[in-house]
């Protein structure tokens, strides 16, 4: 039997209150292959999914509405639950009957994905679209199609072109404003034209994804009564864009191809506008939404995508992500997944772009039960707009979480130019500079202990070395920065061309530290160096591109060979990922 604590929504959970209900939510997102100790490679870590949602201590957060998680959490199978159910099982029938020819590989796949679903009905614990993604998973493997919707979505996205070029959409975008705009100066009267269109855009480009079946036939009239209806406060949607007229970074995440077009004609927008978009699409099949390499198959799709800059890499860096952006102010990613946003599963590129938005703008019906109908907060403010059933032009806002403390790239920038200008202030007293590069976060539970460590150390240091200015990264640390941040942060300090001497620690200094302070070396740091971090294997390797162009760094310590332990640092975390046997 099912025995949870109360709660009213899911933001009320935490696990460590009661050990039988600790036990069934771990079962519950085991169940759905969620839990990152289970599968640390394709689910996300805590740290990670505190790049997006706002998360207290040991709080639960599972990838689905309220009203969804309480009817999975209470015994039996509720009416409404059944329906959930039953809709992904015909979506799966259809798909498997339209694209399977062969009778026995059919009637093979059909009845094995029956087996999960009766399985998946007696628990009802599964997540309706977790169920349908692996059913789905079974149905590609077998049948040898990785996208049986390519045709489908490129006829979509020719239709969604002529949307735009039909005259109801001309006449829609183009009319003047009606009663004329009051305005005290021409730089008002812009913002209000911007907020204008944007506010038209975001209504047309709804129409294609509620209505994706009438985009074959090209008959846009029903569109007209509809669009004429749509009664809409966008005082929230102003107020978010007009307290950042220099440029916002915004997540862009689409509904479906047919609309797509309209889509991009909405980030041309933004883009004049002076703001950044990232797009993120999918990483593989998931019926009508685009995916990250449709434009691969699709001419009509690659032309209305001229301009956007691709990012391929799943797991890329901070650092490399805001250069791109910089360079790039349109930028495609994927989420990582074939299914509705779940931010569990969405890859390391997802997660840090989402992090280093200011806005998440999400459309269509789905995004909005996994955003709006969840009642977490989360560390971006989200905006998310969609049509209901009757076709309803409906926009909902969700403020960021008040705990959510964003450091921009310019506060960071800032603090890196601190460090900067006292590295040149030493240069220009005649002193050598040197930079201690040692394990923080490596070994579980010895943070503290590796900090006490640095700071001896160094201390050390300074008493013996003369006129030498010593960078202790442990005696930066700012509250609040995660990981993401201090590396973005310190590698502006490591590639300023300052540093006289770059010194990695070395066994020998941590004898010597704990010989400062009185103690024996605990056997959790016997035998420890600067190779055993990912932090310094990292900057091991900025340090010889830095030498590249600054022949006289010198570099001490263990040799390059020996940084080989560690090949990535837990995303938002001071730890590194576990090394893999």
Known sequence: MRALLDFTSIKDIHYGKDPVSDAWLLHFMTSNHLENFMDPIKNASPEQLRFMVALDENQVFAP????????LVTPGLAA?????????????????????????????ILNLCRHKFKQALDASILIPWRLLKGMITIFLSRSGLDDPYRNRKSILV???????????????????????????????????????????????????????????SGDFSRYSSCFSKDKIDFTGMRNIFGKSRSGLKILYLPDESGGLPADL?????????GHSVIMAFKEGFCFDSPTFWDNENDPALTEVLKGAYFITESRISKNELLDTLRKNPFVIISDGTRERLNLIRCSVTFARAWKESDLILAKGWANRRRLIKNTHQFTRDVMCFHRNRNGRFK?????????????SELDITAKADEIIAEMQQARSERKAVM??????????????????????????????????YIINPAEHFVEGMDADDLMFMWEKVQRSGLISIWRFQTYADIERSFELMGKKVPTVWVGKDATYSTGCTKERYIAQDVQKQHRELQIL???PDKFLRRREYGVGRFSDVVIES
């Open 557 to 559: 310590g263990p040799g």
């Open 395 to 407: 926009l909902e806002f969700k403020a960021k979480s008040h705990t959510t403390h964003k450091f």
């Open 80 to 108: 409404d639950l059944l329906q959930e159910y039953i809709y992904v099982w015909k979506t799966l029938i259809k798909l498997v009957r339209t694209h399977v020819s062969d009778k026995y590989q059919r009637r093979l």
């Open 435 to 468: 930079f201690y590069s040692g394990i923080v976060g490596s070994i579980p539970g010895q943070v503290e202990v590796a900090i006490g460590l640095l700071r001896t150390f160094v201390s050390d240091l300074r008493s013996r070395l003369e006129d030498t």
């Open 265 to 273: 004609l909405m980030v041309k927008s933004l883009l004049r506008q």
């Open 158 to 216: 020719s239709r969604g072109r002529a949307y735009l070029e039909s005259d109801f959409f001309k006449r829609a975008m183009e009319s003047c404003p009606y009663p004329s705009l009051d305005c005290k100066c021409l730089e008002d009267m812009r913002f209000e034209l911007d907020m204008i269109e944007l506010e038209r855009l975001f209504r047309l480009s709804t129409l294609p994804d509620t209505w994706c079946a009438d985009l074959f």
């Open 64 to 71: 689905c509405s309220d009203w969804l998680f309480k009817r």
